[in-house]
């Protein structure tokens, strides 16, 4: 189960990477910030079960940057 988990997570943040590198996503946007955030909150928690502390805090920020930015985007609206 937590290899799949790993797997979803990583698939969600590359396939926003990819899509933002591509033109196809703002780097602002909603949907780019969302699979952001769930990727790298489904990579935090499989770490926090593994005990990889290093990886817990990497993805614990990048899942705060994330739902910080979703919460600026639809606190401006």
């Known amino acids: ?3 799949l988990v790993q ?3 990583s ?3 590359l396939i926003a990477f990819i899509a ?3 033109g196809h996503l703002v780097t ?3 949907r780019y910030l969302a699979l952001n955030a769930v990727g790298s909150l489904a990579l935090a928690v499989s ?3 593994e ?3 290093g990886f817990v805090a990497l993805e614990a920020v990048w899942s705060v940057v994330s739902l910080e930015g979703l919460r600026c ?4 609206r």
Request: proline share 0%.
């Open 51 to 53: 005990a990889q502390w």
């Open 47 to 49: 770490a926090v079960v």
């Open 1 to 3: 189960m937590s290899l």
């Open 73 to 76: 985007s639809f606190a401006a």
């Open 20 to 22: 933002a590198q591509t």
């Open 28 to 30: 602002a946007s909603r």
């Open 7 to 9: 797997l979803v997570g």
């Open 11 to 13: 698939a969600l943040i």
